[in-house]
C-alpha cells in the first residue's frame, strides 16, 4: 500500500512488528497468514523482497470484531493504527518506521465456485484458505495459504519465481464487473484502476 513508498529499511523491526501481529492475534483467537508481497518473498526467498515497502498479512472477514478489539492492545505494544480504508477491509500499522498492512480476506462465490477475495481486487480459489500451512521464515513460524506456489503462480503469473520490482498481483476481471454493478457511480473510478492494473503489468512484462 501506498505510504512513504521506500523500501523496508529495518529488516529486525519488521520481522518483530509481524511477530507482534502474530502473537497478539493468536491470543484473541485471531488466525493471521502471510499474503502479496510478503508471501511471495517467504516461499520464493525466505526473505522479505528488497524492494517491498511493507509486511503484507490477512485476516479473514469472520474476525473483524475480534480484529477490531485487538487493536488496542497492537497500539500498547507499540504498532500505532495509521490507516483504515475499503469500509473496514484494509489496515495499516506502524512501528519503527516500519509498516504492516492487514487485510481482511472475504468468501465469495462466483460463477458456481467459492473464492476468496483477499482485497478488493485479488482473488483466489477457496481452496488457497479453506486451509492454511505454516511456513518458517525467518526463524519464526507464521501460516500461509495452502498450496503458496499455485497461490503466488494465480497472483503473479507463471514467472513469480523471478524478481521483478514493483510487479502488481494480479485483477480479477469478475470482481471488477461485480463492484461496477453494486456501484455504477464509480464507473471512471473502475475503469482508471483496470486501466491502470494492465498498463503496469504490460510494462512490467516488456522488461522481462
Given at each position: 500500500?501506498?505510504?512513504?513508498?521506500?523500501?523496508?529499511?529495518?529488516?529486525?523491526?519488521?520481522?518483530?512488528?509481524?511477530?507482534?501481529?502474530?502473537?497478539?492475534?493468536?491470543?484473541?483467537?485471531?488466525?493471521?497468514?502471510?499474503?502479496?508481497?510478503?508471501?511471495?518473498?517467504?516461499?520464493?526467498?525466505?526473505?522479505?523482497?528488497?524492494?517491498?515497502?511493507?509486511?503484507?498479512?490477512?485476516?479473514?472477514?469472520?474476525?473483524?470484531?475480534?480484529?477490531?478489539?485487538?487493536?488496542?492492545e497492537l497500539s500498547s505494544?507499540?504498532?500505532?493504527?495509521?490507516?483504515?480504508?475499503?469500509?473496514?477491509?484494509?489496515?495499516?500499522?506502524?512501528?519503527?518506521?516500519?509498516?504492516?498492512?492487514?487485510?481482511?480476506?472475504?468468501?465469495?462465490?462466483?460463477?458456481?465456485?467459492?473464492?476468496?477475495?483477499?482485497?478488493?481486487?485479488?482473488?483466489?480459489?477457496?481452496?488457497?484458505?479453506?486451509?492454511?500451512?505454516?511456513?518458517?521464515?525467518?526463524?519464526?513460524?507464521?501460516?500461509?495459504?495452502?498450496?503458496?506456489?499455485?497461490?503466488?503462480?494465480?497472483?503473479?503469473?507463471?514467472?513469480?519465481?523471478?524478481?521483478?520490482?514493483?510487479?502488481?498481483?494480479?485483477?480479477?476481471?469478475?470482481?471488477?464487473?461485480?463492484?461496477?454493478i453494486a456501484n455504477p457511480?464509480?464507473?471512471?473510478?473502475?475503469?482508471?484502476?483496470?486501466?491502470?492494473?494492465?498498463?503496469?503489468?504490460?510494462?512490467?512484462?516488456?522488461?522481462?
Amino acid at each position: 500500500m501506498d505510504h512513504d513508498k521506500r523500501p523496508i529499511q529495518d529488516k529486525k523491526a519488521a520481522l518483530e512488528n509481524l511477530i507482534i501481529m502474530r502473537d497478539t492475534l493468536d491470543k484473541h483467537g485471531i488466525k493471521m497468514f502471510l499474503s502479496f508481497g510478503t508471501l511471495l518473498g517467504a516461499v520464493r526467498g525466505k526473505d522479505f523482497i528488497p524492494y517491498d515497502d511493507d509486511v503484507d498479512i490477512g485476516i479473514f472477514d469472520t474476525d473483524h470484531e475480534g480484529f477490531i478489539e485487538a487493536v488496542t492492545e497492537l497500539s500498547s505494544q507499540g504498532l500505532v493504527l495509521t490507516q483504515r480504508w475499503e469500509n473496514k477491509r484494509f489496515y495499516a500499522f506502524e512501528r519503527k518506521g516500519e509498516f504492516i498492512d492487514v487485510f481482511t480476506a472475504m468468501k465469495t462465490r462466483r460463477f458456481l465456485h467459492d473464492r476468496w477475495d483477499l482485497d478488493t481486487r485479488a482473488s483466489v480459489p477457496a481452496r488457497h484458505l479453506d486451509t492454511l500451512e505454516a511456513i518458517d521464515f525467518m526463524g519464526e513460524r507464521f501460516f500461509i495459504p495452502f498450496e503458496a506456489p499455485m497461490l503466488l503462480r494465480n497472483l503473479y503469473g507463471k514467472n513469480w519465481r523471478i524478481p521483478i520490482q514493483g510487479c502488481p498481483s494480479r485483477f480479477d476481471v469478475s470482481a471488477y464487473i461485480e463492484r461496477l454493478i453494486a456501484n455504477p457511480g464509480k464507473l471512471l473510478y473502475f475503469l482508471s484502476r483496470f486501466k491502470h492494473s494492465i498498463s503496469s503489468r504490460a510494462a512490467l512484462r516488456g522488461k522481462q
